[in-house]
């Protein structure tokens, strides 16, 4: 019992803390931002060395001093993903809206998706800001976006945290702009196969991360190239594709100058089920191979994706 009131108390302040901070502009936010990274970058050396071993490795022709000005962008990008969380953890749709903190440079390509298969699975991965993806297809982040779905059509796969105080806050964080609409699409990867059967005669969007090394309970495969290194992927996501018959896009994600994200789609396949789970997934590594190249230091390189 006291552990439950604990894990309550500890859920208030830190969602009340974060309040505070979400109140201040975003300019501001960015600001706390650049701080941050350099608390993460100069102060902790926050696995520094992961860091630094999946950027040479991922880039062997790179110089070393272009690494280190990699990493060191990379830990810009990081403080700012962090800013804008905790931004957006109390704004109102509204706001979002306005803030433009996301576009769509091609939402006529997920929403033919969408419209010509029994559902889409939207693949992704640690780019740009994840952690707004709530606001982008449940609030319109941008006024003339008009979407072919539904704020109920949506569902967002999340692996649960292992600290179920942090669990509940991110939770909450994640969707509070979306509290003023009808999404209960929040499922927790491990269900994410029942929920998908459940509502199998619902056309739904399935937006899954791909986290790229497997953790223990996930469906597994062999990636026949991807950052000049062998390489083991989730395919639980391609897998119920290619069971359901459904359209598989990609969503590239690239940064703005000015500050921001565009979102692109490309599509990997009407039907999935004419496809086999590793073609898929060889699409999806090729596609984001190309947006890497393209941005280095754009993609979460503090974990250990190579094991």
């Known amino acids: 019992m006291v552990y439950l009131y604990v894990r309550k108390f500890g859920f208030i302040l830190l969602r009340g803390v974060m309040g505070l901070f979400s109140a201040l502009p975003l300019r501001v936010h960015r600001a706390l931002g650049r701080f941050l990274a350099w608390i993460l970058r100069d102060v902790m050396h926050y696995r520094r060395d992961v860091v630094m071993t999946n950027l040479a490795r991922s880039f062997p022709a790179m110089p070393y001093k272009e690494v280190s000005r990699t990493a060191d962008r990379f830990y810009r990008h990081l403080g700012t993903v962090i800013a804008e969380a905790v931004w957006i953890g109390h704004s109102s749709a509204a706001r979002v809206t306005r803030s433009h903190i996301v576009e769509c440079a091609n939402p006529e390509v997920l929403n033919a998706a969408f419209t010509g298969a029994p559902g889409v699975m939207l693949m992704m991965t640690h780019r740009g800001n994840w952690e707004l993806l709530g606001g982008l297809y449940c609030t319109n982040y941008k006024e003339d976006v008009s979407w072919a779905f539904r704020p109920e059509d949506v569902c967002c796969v999340y692996r649960r945290l292992k600290s179920p105080v942090w669990d509940r806050v991110m939770a909450e964080n994640r969707m509070y702009p979306l509290r003023e609409t009808a999404f209960d699409g929040y499922v927790e990867s491990e269900k994410m196969l029942r929920y998908a059967l459940e509502h199998r005669n619902e056309r739904k969007i399935f937006i899954f991360p791909n986290d790229q090394f497997p953790y223990a309970i996930a469906q597994r495969m062999k990636v026949d190239d991807f950052m000049h290194q062998p390489t083991w992927s989730m395919a639980g996501g391609a897998a119920l594709a290619v069971k359901l018959g459904l359209s598989v896009v990609f969503m590239g994600n690239r940064a703005r100058p000015?500050?921001?994200?565009?979102?692109?789609?490309?599509?990997?396949?009407?039907?999935?089920?004419?496809?086999?789970?590793?073609?898929?997934?060889?699409?999806?590594?090729?596609?984001?191979?190309?947006?890497?190249?393209?941005?280095?230091?754009?993609?979460?390189?503090?974990?250990?994706?190579?094991?």
Do not use: F
Request: proline content about 4%.
């Open 258 to 307: 000015e500050g921001g994200y565009e979102t692109t789609y490309t599509e990997i396949c009407r039907d999935a089920s004419g496809m086999t789970p590793e073609a898929v997934m060889n699409e999806y590594y090729k596609l984001l191979q190309q947006e890497l190249e393209a941005e280095p230091w754009n993609y979460l390189w503090s974990h250990k994706r190579w094991k």
